[in-house]
């Protein structure tokens, strides 16, 4: 044993020197761990506990080893302080029982083993500090997943609490009731009427109400819905609500309610029927209006038709007997008359199919080259007029099925228009073949022709094209219109192409006849 007074082989600048590399270097390193967590009180009391325990543990009256006096209150730290506060304690303790014992106290101050002074200190400085720092790092790291956890709790229970839907967790108990787990403030409008509060303040359904049946119907594991209204925020809402439960074995059966907020949606529903119904009442006066007038067109063409064909007959009768000059009259009568006749059958065809939209008879096999043949002989006088002529090639005998009458309308109007628009002295070519299931019809003439731009617009109703206004040529607009009508009809086709250099070619395709075997 070493008699009492400073400690053998004891040197306080090497003590010193890896004792603060050891202890001051991890201060550095916990700079973001200052926050702080007990209470400037706690910190101060246990700073002074650890203290005094150093004292004394290590004071030079006291040789018995109790050098681990100050570990409780440093433990103690660790759980209660952040990270660098316990570890500016554990520094503190490991310099003041290093300063004892270089003052002969402490067990340290005169051992008997192997180990020095020194190193007897620097194992205890690094045995407070791995002890302080391991115990506070686990501390801070629950500490904070704690304080995390706590953060998004919060945000969830916000959003639970804010949204404009309605949640609930309910659970049931031993004696079968439902108790509410938890609820935002939505759901407990909803629910209102639904609860109960008992004396200890636990909310659950009441028996036999509508949620308590609702829930019954949900233990089977499928959602069960209802439509309930609700005041909420004074206004009266409607909301779906939908029950469905679970059952765990730690926790038993448990249900979740739903209820969202119908409302908007329904008003929103309200405002699309009344904007249908008042495009559906805009839609039946159009109707109505357009009803309207093709009563009247058709009332005011058949009434002028019967003057028109009082005045044909009698220019009839007047060109068998007059002539010179009256007979060039009664021409020239005739001539308007049926150029007015036939405005009047267009304009009442337009109007009859525009009601009916059906065919005017049966369809039948027709002779398209006979056809042609008869629209070509009842178009001679303007044709002779013009002095042009026609040139017909028909491929053999090619039949199609079509109503005779819509036929020789359809032929009619595509050659009187090939004659109005070419020049004198033209040509007007017509082709007709079979091609595989359908017939085609193409009537080329050298007139102005049309534009890209005017082609989608030449088969609306009394549309005329800039050119043929131009030219003085007269027309109401509505042989196209007609022609397509009856083409489609037909199951049809018809296109208008420019035809190089000048000119238009019509295209049609009708339907062939085909022979019952």
Same mark, same amino acid.
């Given at each position: 044993?070493?008699?009492?007074?400073?400690?053998?082989?004891?040197?306080?600048?090497?003590?010193?020197?890896?004792?603060?590399?050891?202890?001051?270097?991890?201060?550095?390193?916990?700079?973001?761990?200052?926050?702080?967590?007990?209470?400037?009180?706690?910190?101060?009391?246990?700073?002074?506990?650890?203290?005094?325990?150093?004292?004394?543990?290590?004071?030079? =009256?006291?040789?018995?080893?109790?050098? @681990?006096?100050?570990?409780?209150?440093?433990? =103690?730290?660790? @759980?209660?302080?952040?990270?660098?506060?316990?570890?500016?304690?554990?520094?503190?303790?490991?310099?003041?029982?290093?300063?004892?014992?270089?003052?002969?106290?402490?067990? @340290?101050?005169?051992?008997?083993?192997?180990?020095?002074?020194?190193?007897?200190?620097?194992?205890?400085?690094?045995?407070?500090?791995?002890?302080?720092?391991?115990?506070?790092?686990?501390?801070?790291?629950?500490?904070?997943?704690?304080?995390?956890?706590?953060?998004?709790?919060?945000?969830?229970?916000?959003?639970?609490?804010?949204?404009?839907?309605? @949640?609930?967790?309910?659970?049931?108990?031993?004696?079968?009731?439902?108790?509410?787990?938890?609820?935002?403030?939505?759901?407990?409008?909803?629910?209102?009427?639904?609860?109960?509060?008992?004396?200890?303040?636990a909310w659950t359904v009441i028996p036999h109400s509508d949620l308590d049946n609702t829930l019954t119907r949900a233990r089977s594991g499928l959602p069960v819905a209802a439509e309930w209204r609700a005041e909420v925020d004074g206004v009266q809402r409607a909301f779906e609500v939908t029950a469905t439960s679970s059952r765990r074995a730690e926790i038993g059966q448990v249900f979740l309610v739903d209820a969202q907020d119908l409302t908007d949606m329904r008003e929103q529903q309200r405002e699309l029927q009344q904007r249908l119904e008042r495009e559906r009442q805009t839609a039946q006066a159009l109707r109505d209006a357009n009803q309207e007038k093709d009563d009247f067109v058709a009332s005011v063409t058949h009434e002028l038709r019967t003057p028109l064909t009082s005045i044909l007959g009698y220019a009839e009768e007047l060109d068998e007997v007059l002539d010179g000059a009256e007979k060039e009259f009664v021409v020239t009568i005739r001539r308007n008359a049926n150029r007015l006749l036939e405005l009047v059958n267009n304009v009442l065809t337009l109007s009859g199919r525009a009601q009916t939209h059906a065919p005017s008879g049966p369809r039948v096999p027709c002779d398209l080259g006979r056809f042609i043949l008869d629209a070509v002989q009842d178009s001679e006088h303007e044709r002779r007029a013009k002095e042009m002529g026609i040139d017909i090639h028909v491929d053999g005998r090619v039949l199609v099925s079509a109503i005779p009458a819509e036929l020789t309308r359809i032929l009619s109007n595509i050659l009187s228009n090939a004659l109005k628009f070419s020049p004198r002295n033209g040509t007007i070519t017509i082709r007709a073949r079979r091609e595989d299931n359908h017939a085609k019809l193409t009537v080329e003439d050298e007139g102005v022709g049309i534009s890209e731009s005017e082609i989608d617009r030449l088969f609306d109703p009394f549309y005329r094209s800039p050119s043929a206004t131009r030219a003085g040529i007269a027309g109401t607009g509505l042989g196209l219109t007609i022609v397509r009508d009856l083409i489609t009809n037909l199951n049809g086709t018809i296109h208008l192409t420019p035809r190089e250099p000048h000119g238009t070619r019509v295209t049609i395709t009708l339907p062939a006849h085909e022979p019952v075997s």
């Open positions: 044993a070493h008699p009492k007074g400073k400690p053998d082989q004891m040197s306080p600048t090497r003590a010193a020197v890896p004792s603060a590399l050891l202890l001051l270097v991890p201060l550095a390193l916990m700079n973001r761990l200052r926050r702080a967590v007990a209470s400037p009180r706690r910190v101060i009391l246990l700073t002074l506990a650890s203290v005094g325990a150093v004292c004394v543990a290590f004071s030079p =009256w006291n040789q018995s080893p109790l050098a @681990f006096l100050p570990a409780p209150f440093l433990v =103690w730290a660790a @759980f209660t302080e952040s990270m660098y506060t316990v570890h500016l304690q554990a520094v503190t303790a490991s310099v003041l029982a290093s300063v004892l014992t270089f003052l002969g106290g402490g067990p @340290f101050a005169h051992p008997d083993g192997v180990l020095t002074t020194e190193n007897l200190l620097q194992l205890y400085a690094l045995s407070l500090v791995a002890m302080t720092l391991a115990i506070s790092a686990l501390r801070n790291e629950r500490r904070r997943s704690e304080t995390q956890q706590a953060a998004f709790q919060s945000l969830v229970t916000e959003a639970f609490s804010r949204t404009k839907n309605g @949640f609930a967790v309910l659970q049931e108990n031993l004696d079968r009731s439902i108790a509410v787990v938890d609820i935002n403030p939505v759901a407990a409008a909803v629910l209102a009427g639904q609860l109960a509060q008992h004396h200890a303040g």
